[in-house]
């Protein structure tokens, strides 16, 4: 019963606790998971040749990992996982 109390409120749960390091971190487990490409968070999606299809994969995984809705015109200005991180931490607080 402890163990459920610990998860609940860990990092590993929570993402609003989660700190950006963790977050970023997992953003990017999430585009390299729906994209099953190697993506360099020190590039943009273009320079990680990422295409349309790649890009509303990664939506829709960070849409559902994070339980948030990203509007189409907000996803004009997401170009890099960083600008997803500081979305998603926007979302959240």
């Given amino acids: 019963m402890w ?3 610990w998860f609940i409120n860990s990092n590993l749960y ?10 970023l971190k997992k953003i990017h487990t999430i585009i390299e998971k ?7 968070l020190k590039k943009n999606f273009i320079e990680n040749e990422m295409d349309s299809l790649d890009m509303i994969s990664i939506i829709m995984g960070i849409e ?5 809705k990203i509007p189409d015109k907000v996803l004009k200005s997401i170009k890099t996982a960083k ?11």
């Fill in 34 to 40: 729906e994209t099953d490409k190697k993506f360099d």
């Fill in 3 to 5: 163990f459920w109390s």
């Fill in 83 to 93: 600008n997803l991180e500081n979305y998603i931490i926007k979302q959240k607080s």
């Fill in 14 to 23: 929570n993402e609003k606790k989660m700190n950006n390091k963790n977050l």
């Fill in 64 to 68: 559902k990992n994070f339980k948030i």
